[in-house]
């Protein structure tokens, strides 16, 4: 087996470690904010029972979803940051002929160093500056919250659409590369 063909399983692995972590990023925002519903936290009643029942125990539990996403979405931004720089370098290395791959890896490398200067900040501050305000009627701040946070979902699932074709890009190129052998 090539050094080439080596690289491209590594590519691979790195795309694939990219598409299931955004996956499972998703999964854990929302879950998270499901899973604090006072109905569905066992044993919650005894627990909160200092918190009154209602709106002030609703908001009291978001917000710990919130701190657990806004700790996760760090964690995300950092791990992204390094497992999309190294599929860009083992990319270079590998010397694969592609504008597509090398375009959707510098979208990805370039989103996650945004998102880890950028929209990661923003998120926290605005989210922090909205935990504990009222939904009804909806304040602006709420809204300018969702507003920047709909343009890092779109980029994510702009994400979420390159990393399957570049896998496919790589995985016939070392289909291709193997053959060659």
């Known amino acids: 087996m090539s050094d080439g063909s080596r690289g491209r399983g590594l590519l691979l692995w790195l795309l694939g470690a990219g598409f299931v972590l955004t996956l499972a990023m998703g ?14 936290l066992r044993n919650s009643d ?3 029972s200092a918190l009154e ?18 700790h996760f979405f760090a964690l995300y931004a950092r791990v992204h940051t390094v497992l999309f720089a190294g599929a860009l370098a083992v ?6 002929q592609s504008r597509t791959i090398l375009v959707g890896l510098v979208y990805c490398n370039l989103l996650s160093m945004l998102y880890l200067v950028w929209f990661l900040p923003v998120l926290v501050e605005k989210g922090r500056a909205i935990d504990f305000l009222s939904r009804d009627p909806v ?7 969702y507003a920047v946070h709909g343009v ?19 995985g016939r190129s070392r289909a291709r590369s193997r053959a060659a052998c």
């Open 27 to 40: 999964y854990v925002a929302s879950a998270n904010f499901k899973v604090v519903e006072p109905d569905d």
């Open 91 to 96: 990319f270079l290395v590998s010397r694969l």
């Open 139 to 145: 304040p602006p701040e709420v809204k300018a919250f």
């Open 46 to 48: 005894q627990v909160f």
């Open 152 to 170: 890092n979902i779109v980029m994510e699932l702009v994400k979420l659409g390159l990393l399957p074709v570049m896998a496919l890009l790589v």
């Open 53 to 70: 029942e209602g709106e002030t125990r609703r908001m009291a539990l978001r917000y710990v979803a919130s701190e657990l996403n806004r």
